[in-house]
């Protein structure tokens, strides 16, 4: 495991695609003592290599990232590094991923709705060794522990399924997700048939309709 930094401040490993976001995270964490953003990733591959490599006591992750997803990352850096708080941020709604990412050891979701200030009281929370949930998620996690409400078909799906159904809904043939997951193309047919079970869909394309529909792509 790699040793905390020996640093005066938080330093900070940002892995996401959007260099305006990145440029707006940076300024909002110059103005305040604790935080410095010392570390840049464009993909999780990336990300994993400097974590490897490099001291940081705080990663804000994107779930959207090129090749390997967020989600496949936030579980590679919870076995390389599972001390490492990480903070979620996405356009995604948050019914879909954010349960499912926090049981895979995030420690908070931030919408990249809300403002960057908002993500640097979810990063205080974090670090000062809590988890970071708004108000709407508070709920759904009242309603998740406390309730059998009746589950989309989708909140059904192992972790490794939900990703291979939004990768076909981004476009990806089997054999392109195949080589993106490392994966060999009869585990992605063998994933795809049952992802249609069971959402009680026939083809590829209800699958991308059925994502569209309840908003699991961009």
Known sequence: MIAPAKANFIRILVADDHPVFLEGLKHVFQKTESFRVCGYAGSGTEAISKIKSEPYDLLILDVELPGKS???????VKVLNPSLPV????????????????RLGACGYVSKTESLEEI??????????GKFINQNLAQQLAREFTTNLEKLPHHHLSNRQFQILCL??????????SRELNLSLPTISTHRAKILAKLNLKSTYQIIHYAWRHGLVK
Do not use: H
């Open 70 to 76: 967020g989600l496949e990352t936030l579980q590679e």
């Open 87 to 102: 903070l979620i941020v996405s356009m995604y709604p948050e019914e879909d991923f954010a349960l499912r990412l926090l």
């Open 120 to 129: 640097v009281r979810a990063s205080e929370t974090i670090v000062g060794g």
């Open 168 to 177: 076909l809904a981004q476009g990806k043939s089997p054999k392109e997700i």
